[in-house]
C-alpha cells in the first residue's frame, strides 16, 4: 500500500536521555557544627498541685481529714485515687458510720441496707430475719448492733453464723454449714453426710459406730466424758436419738463440775436478782423464770443451803407426772448427794471422785485445821472438861468432813468424864488426872436409875441438837 502523506513527512524522535535526576541537582553546601542549646530560668514557674505533692506528704495531710472528705477527694483524679486509699487511712468506725448515714439520709439509698462486711447496699431480703429487724435493723436502738450488720452471702459464705444452728430467713430457718459453706433448710442440712462444695454429691454411708447395736453404742457412751457425749449428740439424726448424755454419764462429778465451770464463765455475778442459776435435774444453766421462787432461792439459809437439789420446772413436770412421770430420771437425782469433804456432787452408793481429784488440796485444809484446832486449845488444860466440851463441839460443827463415830465417841467420853463416869484408871496410868476430890477410903457408889436417865437425854441432845447458846453446854 501507498503510505499516506503524513506518514512521510514524520521525523523520527530522539533517544530518550538515560541519566538520572540526582545527576542535574548542585551538590550542596557543606555542614556546619549546631551549637548547644543552653537552659535559662523560666520567670513564671508552673504552680504545685495535689498530684505533684510527695507521698508522706500526701498521706499527712489526708489525717486531717474525714472519711467521707477523703473518699470524695479520691475520686477526683487517677493519681489521687491511686495515691488516696481512705480504707487503709482512716479508722473503720468512721467507715461503718459513713455508712449507716448513707442508708438513712442519701435518698439514692432509699429502702435499701449496708451491709457492713462486703460494705454494698442491698434489698431487705438480701439480710436475715434477725440483722433486717430489732437492734440491727435500719431504725435498732443499739448502734453496735447495727454495726455489726451483715448480708445472708457473707454470713454463710463467711461463716459469721454458728455452725448448723438455726437462722431465721423470711420466716423460713435455715442451718448454715461451716464446711461446706452453704445454708440449707432442716430436711437438707449437713448432718453425717460429706459436705462437697456447689451440691448434695458424695452422700456418705452410716459410719463404723453407727452400725453398731444399740445397746454396744449405749455402753460405749457411759465411758464417754459429760462434754463430748454433748458434741456426740449434735452429730446427726442418729446419735441425736441415742445419746441421753444425763442418763448414760456415770460421772456426776464431771457434769457438776463442767455445768458449774459454764456458769461462772459467762461472767454473770451471782448476786444479782435475775443471775441464772443450774438445774441439778437436767444439769443446764437455766434462766430465773425457768424456775419457782423456792427452788430458785434453794442456795439461802432458811431453805438450808441445799442448792444442789435444785430443779427447773420442766424436770419437776418430768419427774412428777402423774401419767408420763420418768422414774428412772428421778431415782437417780435421789441418789446425788453432797459430798461433806470435799463439797461436789456424788452418788450416795459410791465413792467421791472429787475427793480423789482433790485429795491434795484436801490434805491441806485437814493440816490448816488441826494447826488451828491445836492453837486453840494451847491455852487450855486438855482435862478441864467444862473448856474442852464447847471446843470439841465447836470443831464438830465447823468442820468440813462428816462426823465420824470415833468423833463421837470422843465427846460421849467427855460427857462420861464430867459426870464421873468415865474410866479413871487409864489416866492414873499415864499420870495426868490427880483425883484428890475422891476419898481413898470410900468406894465409888452405884450409878442409879436416875443418872442413867440423865446420860440417855444427854447422848440424845448431843447427837440432835447440840449446846444451846443461852447456856453451858450438856448443864
Not at 303 to 330: K, M, S, V
Not at 336 to 352: K, P, S, W, Y
Request: proline share 8%.
Amino acid at each position: 500500500p501507498v503510505p499516506s502523506r503524513q506518514a512521510t513527512m514524520a521525523t523520527p524522535s530522539a533517544p530518550p536521555d538515560t541519566k538520572t535526576t540526582t545527576d542535574m541537582v548542585p551538590a550542596s553546601p557543606p555542614a556546619t557544627p549546631t551549637p548547644t542549646p543552653t537552659l535559662t530560668p523560666n520567670p513564671h514557674p508552673a504552680l504545685t498541685t495535689l498530684e505533684t505533692l510527695p507521698l508522706d506528704i500526701l498521706f499527712h495531710l489526708a489525717t486531717y481529714l474525714p472519711y467521707p472528705t477523703l473518699l470524695f477527694l479520691s475520686c477526683t483524679s487517677r493519681p489521687l485515687h491511686a495515691a488516696l486509699n481512705p480504707d487503709a487511712l482512716r479508722p473503720r468506725t468512721e467507715k461503718i458510720a459513713h455508712y449507716l448515714l448513707a442508708e438513712r439520709h442519701f435518698p439514692q439509698h432509699a429502702g435499701r441496707l449496708a451491709c457492713l462486711v462486703c460494705f454494698q447496699f442491698k434489698t431487705p431480703a438480701q439480710f436475715g430475719d434477725s440483722k433486717r429487724r430489732g437492734p440491727a435493723g435500719r431504725c435498732g436502738g443499739s448502734a453496735v448492733k447495727r454495726g455489726e450488720r451483715f448480708c445472708w452471702d457473707c454470713g454463710v459464705r463467711g461463716r459469721l453464723y454458728i455452725h448448723l444452728r438455726g437462722v431465721l430467713k423470711g420466716g423460713v430457718r435455715y442451718y448454715p454449714c461451716h464446711r461446706c459453706g452453704e445454708a440449707r433448710v432442716e430436711s437438707q442440712r449437713c448432718l453425717r453426710e460429706v459436705c462437697v462444695l456447689g451440691g448434695m454429691e458424695g452422700i456418705g454411708g452410716d459410719s463404723r459406730v453407727e452400725n453398731l447395736p444399740r445397746g454396744v453404742v449405749e455402753r460405749v457412751c457411759g465411758l464417754v466424758g459429760y462434754g463430748d457425749l454433748i458434741k456426740l449428740k449434735m452429730v446427726s439424726r442418729y446419735f441425736r436419738g441415742v445419746v441421753d448424755p444425763v442418763r448414760q454419764c456415770r460421772d456426776v462429778y464431771g457434769m457438776w463440775e463442767f455445768v458449774m465451770e459454764k456458769i461462772l464463765r459467762r461472767g454473770v455475778p451471782l448476786g444479782r436478782w435475775d443471775a441464772p442459776r443450774v438445774c441439778f435435774g437436767c444439769f443446764r444453766p437455766r434462766k430465773r423464770v425457768q424456775f419457782s421462787e423456792n427452788q430458785y432461792h434453794l442456795s439461802r439459809t432458811y431453805n438450808h443451803g441445799e442448792y444442789w437439789r435444785r430443779r427447773c420446772w420442766e424436770c419437776l413436770r418430768r419427774f412428777y407426772h402423774p401419767q408420763l412421770a420418768d422414774t428412772e430420771a428421778r431415782e437417780r437425782f435421789h441418789r446425788q448427794v453432797m459430798c461433806g469433804t470435799c463439797r461436789c456432787l456424788r452418788f450416795a452408793d459410791e465413792d467421791c471422785w472429787g475427793c480423789e481429784v482433790n485429795k491434795d488440796k484436801i490434805a491441806e485444809w485437814t493440816r490448816m485445821k488441826r494447826l488451828k484446832m491445836a492453837a486453840k486449845a494451847e491455852s487450855q488444860s486438855m482435862w478441864d472438861n467444862d473448856a474442852l466440851l464447847p471446843v470439841w463441839w465447836e470443831g464438830v460443827a465447823s468442820a468440813d468432813q462428816p462426823e465420824s463415830d470415833d468423833l463421837w465417841e470422843e465427846g460421849l467420853g467427855l460427857c462420861f468424864d464430867r459426870l464421873g463416869f468415865g474410866d479413871d484408871h487409864s489416866l492414873q496410868e499415864d499420870g495426868v488426872r490427880e483425883q484428890e476430890a475422891l476419898s481413898p477410903d470410900v468406894d465409888d457408889p452405884e450409878p442409879s436409875s436416875t443418872a442413867n436417865s440423865n446420860l440417855t437425854t444427854i447422848i440424845s441432845d448431843v447427837r440432835e441438837s447440840g449446846p444451846r447458846e443461852d447456856e453451858a453446854p450438856f448443864s
